[in-house]
């Protein structure tokens, strides 16, 4: 069996299995579950699809089967958004994607440098190569890290090195400066032309404590949400989103439909 046909095998069996993984995520639920299949690595299914473009972040499996691609050479799509409720897989996404820098790139073509409040969540990937740092939003690092990133953003005309600049909960850049604010605003208008690529998690729940930052985001891609006047806030009443699979599954608009796909299991 290869590994699309064993990807696809999986997919089903977590579609059936949804109702159990997602009460298994409901604090108050005392359900016994089943457990939950494991999916292909993600080394397992990039060697699956093979050689990639060499500007190509990837993001996740497509319900078709194909790779869903982030081109870091192309500025349009700008800094991305991952919207979900807590506990739907918004970290683990931001893994899988430092992650697959570290397979599919040198790091001079790319690295990624994470702002967290919880840095023992990423302690598996501080031996990436591609990894420039873990910064706490509690220390005087993560103010650091977006000012030299902004220095090395504003100077860099020609580079094809490209930077992720990953931040695990919107809401936390309260905790950071004036100045450290105003260099990541400048970063979310021009970091992606300049290859900084902010990708940054938030909590729908607590939009309105951030609710300037949103605008800069138009590439937004969401876990489960369950709050009906959350979804119409943050226009994606017609994806269905609580009925994606939680902790594995994703969907971003696409022109005038909506793109479901499958993160793959960590390392």
Do not use: C
Request: no cysteine.
């Amino acid at each position: 069996m290869n590994e699309s046909n064993r990807y696809e095998l999986m997919m089903e069996a977590l579609a059936e299995l949804k109702p159990e993984i997602n009460a298994a995520y409901q604090p108050s639920s005392l359900q016994t579950t089943q457990p939950t299949p494991a999916l292909p690595s993600i080394s397992e299914v990039l060697n699956e699809f093979g050689p990639m473009p060499p500007a190509a972040l990837f993001l996740g499996v497509a319900s078709d089967g194909l790779p869903v691609l982030l081109n870091l050479h192309d500025p349009i799509p700008g800094p991305i958004l991952i919207a979900g409720d807590a506990g739907t897989g918004k970290t683990a996404f931001l893994q899988t994607i430092a992650s697959t820098a570290g397979i599919m790139h040198q790091p001079e073509q790319l690295q990624f440098g994470a702002l967290t409040s919880h840095p023992d969540e990423w302690s598996a990937l501080e031996g990436i190569p591609n990894n420039v740092g873990i910064f706490p939003f509690y220390h005087q690092s993560s103010e650091d890290f977006i000012l030299t990133l902004a220095s090395w953003a504003e100077g860099n005309k020609s580079s094809r090195q490209s930077v992720l600049l990953l931040i695990d909960d919107l809401e936390a850049i309260a905790k950071l400066d004036f100045d450290a604010r105003q260099n990541l605003r400048w970063l979310l208008l021009r970091g992606p032309a300049r290859r900084v690529w902010p990708i940054i998690t938030i909590n729908p729940n607590r939009m309105e404590n951030v609710q300037p930052w949103l605008e800069a985001f138009h590439t937004r891609v969401f876990s489960p949400i369950q709050d009906l006047q959350l979804i119409r806030q943050m226009d994606a009443e017609n994806a269905e989103l609580d009925s994606l699979n939680i902790g594995a599954q994703f969907a971003m608009r696409e022109g005038d439909h909506w793109l479901r796909f499958w993160i793959p299991g960590m390392e």
